[in-house]
């Protein structure tokens, strides 16, 4: 298993949204770091940028899988997270 570092900017996104959407994306994260080919159909390299997108409902998470930390960067809603 992968550690998980989340950023400042993530963590304000969490506490942002409902506690439902926290939590269920908090999931999806852990089980993206415990096994990525679970979430093989989720995930995708962003084009011109070495981070990965995973979609979780309405939400995406940028995140940087580089090693043995899985770096969350980015949490927003689906229209403003590639900005």
């Known amino acids: 298993m ?6 400042k900017q993530a963590v304000t996104a969490l506490r ?14 852990s089980q993206f770091a415990e096994d990525p080919a679970s979430l ?3 995930v995708k ?4 940028s070495p981070y990965l997108r995973l979609r979780v409902g309405d939400w995406r998470v ?5 090693g043995r ?3 969350i960067l980015k949490i ?3 229209g403003g997270v590639y900005e």
């Open 2 to 7: 992968k550690e998980i570092a989340y950023s």
């Open 16 to 29: 942002r949204m409902p506690g439902t959407d926290a939590r269920r994306i908090m999931a999806k994260i």
């Open 40 to 42: 093989a159909n989720n």
């Open 45 to 48: 390299v962003l084009s011109g």
């Open 62 to 66: 940028i995140m940087d899988d580089q």
């Open 69 to 71: 930390v899985l770096e």
């Open 76 to 78: 927003a809603a689906r």
